[in-house]
């Protein structure tokens, strides 16, 4: 029996798209916890606000390692960040979350898809994705950074278009195409257990 992979799928009709222009403002949704990068996250808008003190990074996400929490308020405080990130928490209205900001950030060493990077896509973000392993089979390599020099020159450049962040979600990981592809390969799998019976 062949294996099949149906990645996760969006409804972009859920996604309030606003065409945007570069910016200052960073998106953040994840976990605070060791899964998610967070200490390369906050090195990169440390580098960023040495550029411009108007950078800032809002994080939308629940605290699941007390240890990281508190290694990012102290590299705020060293560091005089007080004015350029704020923590949200767990928030369900992710428009309301992403209306304002520019970008996307994704600093992981490792995910699936990361869903919250396509779901700012759909409404317009700019994607800033740290190269985890497998990232350039989900995402376009443009998109996609090494170091934290290359992260900030992508966050710098005026080479942002709202709509090609939206039509790459919507043509390649639209819910309605994968609930089609599901159907297709129980149709198949159904077929070949009544055949073997």
């Known amino acids: ?17 606003i065409d945007r222009k570069p910016g200052f403002e ?34 939308a996400g629940q605290i699941y390692e007390m240890r990281f929490d508190l290694y990012i308020e ?10 350029n990130i704020r923590h949200v ?45 497998g990232s350039k089979q989900v995402y376009s390599e443009r998109y996609i950074w090494n170091t934290i020099d290359e992260a900030i020159a992508m966050i710098k450049s005026d080479n942002y278009c709202s709509t090609e962040y939206r039509e790459l979600v919507e043509s390649r990981y639209n819910q309605k195409q994968q609930v089609e592809k599901t159907g297709m390969i129980l149709d198949k799998l159904t077929k070949e257990i009544y055949e073997i019976a």
């Open 26 to 59: 960073l998106a953040f949704m994840g976990e605070i916890g060791h899964k998610k990068g967070n200490m390369l996250l906050i090195q990169l808008l440390a580098n960023l606000v040495k550029i411009d003190s108007r950078y800032r990074l809002s994080i």
């Open 74 to 83: 102290n590299f705020v405080k060293e560091n005089g960040l007080e004015n």
């Open 89 to 133: 928490g767990f928030v369900t209205d992710k428009n309301e979350f992403f209306k304002d900001k520019q970008y996307i950030i994704c600093t992981s060493p490792w995910e699936g898809q990361n869903i919250s990077v396509m779901e700012g896509m759909l409404c317009g973000l700019k994607p800033v994705i740290h190269n985890f392993p």
């Open 1 to 17: 029996m062949n294996k099949s992979v149906i990645p996760n799928g969006l409804n972009p009709d859920l996604y309030t798209f």
